[in-house]
């Protein structure tokens, strides 16, 4: 365990008093910009306009020692800084490991590679663009680099490589032109993902162009809007016309990025809602980050938390290994066990699907715990949530008969003697056994019911 981990391992992550409280949380400001009137705290381009965008901003509102502050201005000129006054002020000031700071301010851990395996372009987006801008790489769908522009830049981004590029064109340009042309000669195109940096700090005039562009191409089904605002700039959606170009088009979709309950807030909630209801479905795409939310309690929170605002969990990201991102990855091994602890625990509708983007261009790789124990020609054995072990026979066909060999655990499961293995204290099967002692519930099912061969051999036996 180096010394970042144990400093985040010994930490009080998880332990504040408002650690326990369900998101949406409580709004809060900076000390910073306390006295902001309302109107200009809600007004988007007064966030802008005044992000923190230089090391000198960052030291003046967070402490930092010597040695991180000439790391910082040296991170400066490789990678672009810009944090809204809204989102910087959900950092916990006092926390130097606060998740909301280490996605968004940078870290003198970007300077360090300790595999030396971080790429540019991790996922060769550009070796599978037929036009600037553009990746085609699945049969139906592409994927459109509309802006290098950012509310704000998440430290762990796969696309730093672009955001340092600089353009302040407001009209379509020459390669937008291009883009859209391609989607439209070819009909087997029926998903485009709209992205960036962030087409939602694209100005109003050239994203009504890529909107009613698009919109207007009738083998697309699918337009699908990549972007951040709605988690760190919610206030751009509270703008009407933003909503109503979106709703006008018919075919918008919301992939938005929450990685942390924290970030559900009520103005996060209010922007969502106003997508929702305009009759725009959110989906989440979260990336997996060490030391911001590799940790089975944080998921739940911030899956139900998605929940309870209308946003449907979609894919857990393992995060890239993108050049300055190696401080943020986790082992496999993290992402599966945080599956295994949200399938089964929570609603299904909060079980996002962990995958792996693929290095060369293999695209999204989905990982998930292993639930399929053994198998015979006959029967599988499958197991749950609760780890219970039952048999399950998947087809209605002629000689399938059970061989009844005598064995034990698995392998008598497969023979056929027996329907289940129930680990030992399971909840479930413990209100089952009270409820048929106190007489308010039906017997607990035998063997003999599930049709096993012997009689003597208890459908479900105790697993220690």
Known sequence: MNQIDAAYAASAYGSSPEESDEPPSSSRRHPHWQDVPLEQWEDWRWQMQNAVRTTAEVVALLSHTPQEIAALESLEAQYKLAIPPYYFSLIDVDNPLDPIRRQSVPSPLELVSNSGQELEDPLEEDKDSPVPGLTHRYPDRVLMVTTHVCSMYCRFCTRKRVTMDRDGWDGPSHNDRRMVDYVREHREIHDVIVSGG???????????????ELAAIEHLDVIR?????????????????????LRSAGKIWIQTHFNHPHEITPE????????????????????LLKGVNDN??????????????????YYLFHCDPVTGAGHFR???????????????????????????????G??????????????????????????????????????AADEHYPSLGVSNLLSGNQGAL????????????????????????????????????PLHSKAK
């Open 198 to 212: 962030d087409p939602l700090s694209l100005p109003m005039s050239k994203l009504r162009w890529f909107v009613t």
């Open 330 to 360: 986790t082992s496999i091994n993290k992402g599966l066990e945080i599956i295994e602890g949200l399938r089964g625990h929570m609603s299904g509708l909060g079980v996002p699907t962990y995958v792996v983007d693929g290095l060369h």
């Open 268 to 287: 996060t909630a209010r922007a969502c809602r106003l997508l929702v209801n305009a009759g725009m479905p959110v989906s989440n795409h979260a990336v």
């Open 225 to 245: 809007l990549g972007t951040r605002v709605p988690v760190t700039l919610p206030q751009r959606i509270f703008d009407p016309e933003l909503v109503e170009l």
């Open 422 to 457: 129930v680990p030992e204290n399971t909840p479930r099967y413990d209100r089952r056994h009270a409820a048929e002692q106190s007489g308010t519930g039906l017997p607990i099912l035998s063997g003999a019911h599930f049709g096993a061969a012997q009689p003597d051999a």
């Open 362 to 399: 293999a695209g999204k790789v989905p990982l998930m715990p292993n639930y399929l124990i053994s198998a015979s020609d006959n029967a599988v054995v499958l197991r749950n949530y609760e780890g219970l072990l039952f048999r399950y026979e998947p087809e209605d066909r002629v000689g």
């Open 296 to 313: 089975v309690p944080i998921m739940r929170r911030l899956m139900r938390g998605l929940l309870r605002i209308k946003v449907r969990p």
